[in-house]
């Protein structure tokens, strides 16, 4: 049983065609990344999933869980499991990052028929997860995401995910602007929650990241279509020689 299955869907915006067919099949366990090069639409696809406003598809489909994802609303999406952490993520200003994450949980609890955390149980979980993420104390009482380091945002988007333990993750460059270390503390995290009934998608446009965070299926994304799949070996090969064998090729 699939978690995501994407079947062969098309996106245009203003009359410009960006996705022309893609498809893409994520199974629990798995860890997909997703390269190409800059402007192949593959933040378009993470909008796609996540429900943005002004990315309807012209046509395909998207099952999520065995749900028709186009039919759930963005907050029903992350009810049932999905996790998206964008490129550039959004500032909340005035809104804590403790009381911000804490309401994150409790909604997706509530979903999952648990019982909500307490204020107390709930920092204590924070806080743990938070050191393994080299996130400080006084970090999590400022607004989400203002002021944050390229770094520490990133480093926040991981503490979400851990915190809400979705069934699909999906990364969009989560490794842009970060140093070596930022890199092994992101991907630690991510490495950690990766499980067999939850499955990830990274996308990226360097190899660097799959030297920490391993795929089983490599794909590349470029003119709107998936022009290659196969192995972590692929990234290496685009390592070594760009992009342009592979789009030029097909
Ligand atoms: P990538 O993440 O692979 O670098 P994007 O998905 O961000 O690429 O963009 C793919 C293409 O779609 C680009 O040409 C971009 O300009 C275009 N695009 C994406 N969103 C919009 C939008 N809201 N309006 C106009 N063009 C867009
Ligand atoms: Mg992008």
Redesign the pocket.
């Known amino acids: 049983m699939s978690i995501l299955n994407i079947k062969n869907i098309h996106l245009s915006?203003?009359d410009?065609s960006?996705l022309k067919g893609v498809s893409l099949n994520v199974n629990p366990g798995e860890v997909h990344a997703i390269m190409?090069?800059?402007?192949?639409?593959?933040?378009?696809?993470?909008?796609i999933l996540s429900g943005k406003e002004?990315?309807e598809l012209s046509s395909g489909n998207i099952y999520f869980d065995n749900n028709d994802l186009l039919e759930l609303s963005a907050n029903e999406r992350s009810n049932q499991g999905l996790f998206l952490a964008f490129?550039y993520p959004v500032e909340l200003p005035g809104v804590s990052s403790m009381n911000f994450l804490r309401e994150a949980v409790n909604v997706r609890r509530k979903f999952l028929g648990k019982k909500e955390l307490n204020h107390l149980e709930f920092v204590k979980e924070a806080r743990r997860l938070a050191s393994s993420m080299f996130i400080k104390d006084e970090m999590l009482k400022r607004s989400v995401n203002v002021g944050f380091s390229g770094g520490e945002k990133k480093r926040f988007e991981i503490l979400q995910m851990m915190l809400l333990e979705p069934k699909l993750a999906i990364l969009?460059?989560t490794d842009s602007g970060l140093d070596v270390d930022a890199l092994k503390i992101v991907s630690n995290g991510v490495n950690n929650y990766k499980g067999k009934d939850n499955a990830v998608i990274v996308?990226t446009?360097y190899q660097r990241l799959l030297d920490y965070i391993v795929p089983d299926y490599v794909h590349i994304?470029a003119d709107g279509v998936i022009k290659k799949s196969g192995g972590p070996e692929l990234a290496k090969i685009i390592e070594k020689n760009g992009y342009a064998g592979i789009v030029d090729a097909a």
């Open positions: 915006i203003e410009k960006i190409g090069p800059n402007g192949s639409g593959k933040s378009t696809l993470s909008y002004g990315y490129q969009d460059e996308i446009h994304l």
